[in-house]
Nanobody, 126 residues
Framework: QVQLVESGGGLVQAGGSLSLSCAAS????????MAWFRQEPGKERDFVAA????????IYADSVKGRTTISRDNAKNTVYLEMNNLKPEDTAVYYC???????????????????WGQGTQVTVSS
């Protein structure tokens, strides 16, 4: 079982930046593709960004492309999400997700992910 713990959420003004971290434990981190999703109250959990097992492949939702960077440090069992030029519509609970895989590719499909963190709130004020 993989446990995921997110950190780094908070309140930021529009145009600001925020970095989220997700620490993983209980599994072979380098055998897991990782991703970030986000969810607003009453809405579906949406894909934000994903990164492959060794970090050489990344994909982003159109809504965050150019403003967001996902990265990972397999030595620290941690995945990061750096967000810049934040907008009020980025306000959501951000979830880290992991999937055991032998693939070298990243995926945006929510159902492909087996493990989820508890989430961290990001609030962007206008």
């Amino acid at each position: 079982q993989v446990q995921l713990v997110e950190s780094g959420g908070g309140l930021v003004q529009a145009g600001g930046s925020l970095s989220l971290s997700c620490a993983a434990s209980g599994g072979s981190f380098s055998h897991h593709g990782m991703a970030w999703f986000r969810q607003e109250p009453g809405k579906e959990r949406d894909f934000v960004a994903a990164i492959s097992r060794i970090g050489d492949s990344t994909i982003y939702a159109d809504s965050v492309k150019g403003r967001t960077t996902i990265s990972r440090d397999n030595a620290k069992n941690t995945v990061y999400l750096e967000m810049n030029n934040l907008k009020p519509e980025d306000t959501a609970v951000y979830y880290c997700a992991a999937r055991f895989t032998l693939s070298w590719l990243a995926t945006s499909k929510k159902n492909d992910y087996n493990y989820w963190g508890q989430g961290t709130q990001v609030t962007v004020s206008s």
